[in-house]
């Protein structure tokens, strides 16, 4: 069992839909990142949050939101999304990133399939 | 050069046997590294952390060749459940950064 969850599992949405994705960890850690993953591709880093705080943005377009509301939780607000944009979005956490030799756990992931 | 490389195989072994996956890395800098196995449309699970001395657990052995700017895993007596693909992650700095970087993988088939 995963200790990071993630909902929904899967979602089919329309390109003019509005939808989040949701991811929560009670591990007690500090930072929380989403991920893009492709099809036989390695998981393709989206944000990262660290105490609650963003502190990477890999060049995401702004159809992808993310919101941290508090230390176990993390969203991924989706709006106008394109056909391009269906893969499976991974949810991570890691303890102190100030630490060294800590690894990410990942959530099972959404797969995303935009029509 | 990529920052984390792999071979992408696929590495096709008959059941028992031993197989060996290399991953170097350029950032001479890095501190951290780590081996995670994914199934076919699965999250990565991780499979082990990487210590300078080298460590093992059951039939998964991982070794650091700084010198080298590698790390490989080493699987003893292939088990079919083995197939995957294996991922090297490393972190190229020595603490504050939060960047995890993959490699793209290494397809494993084990065949009965």
């Known amino acids: 069992d995963t200790e990071v969850t993630q909902t929904p599992k899967h979602l089919v949405m329309g390109m003019t839909n509005k939808k989040s994705l949701k991811c929560e960890q009670h591990?007690?850690?500090?930072?929380m990142y989403w991920y893009k993953q492709k099809a036989k591709k390695p998981p393709e880093l989206m944000f990262v949050y660290s105490y609650e705080k963003l502190s990477i943005n890999e060049s995401v377009p702004s159809r992808f939101s993310p919101e941290c509301p508090n230390s176990s939780l993390l969203n991924l607000h989706l709006h106008a999304l394109q056909p391009e944009d269906s893969a499976l979005y991974l949810c991570a956490s890691s303890q102190d990133p100030g630490l060294s030799n800590q690894p990410q756990h990942f959530g099972d992931g959404t797969r995303l399939s935009i029509l | 050069r990529k920052e984390v490389e792999q071979d992408p195989g696929p590495f096709n072994v008959p059941e028992g046997a031993t197989v060996a996956f290399n991953c170097t890395y350029s950032n001479s800098a890095s501190q951290s590294f780590f081996w995670y196995r994914q199934d076919c449309r699965k999250e990565p699970k991780l499979l082990m952390s990487v210590y300078s001395s080298g460590n093992e657990d059951g039939r998964f052995t991982a070794q650091l060749n700084r010198a080298s700017q590698y790390i490989s895993l080493l699987i003893r007596d292939s088990k079919l459940s083995d197939s995957a693909t294996y991922l090297c992650?490393?972190?190229?700095?020595?603490?504050?950064?939060?960047?995890?970087?993959f490699g793209t993988g290494t397809r494993l088939k084990v065949l009965a």
């Open positions: 992650v490393v972190i190229p700095t020595t603490s504050g950064t939060y960047k995890y970087i």
């Open positions: 591990m007690g850690h500090r930072a």
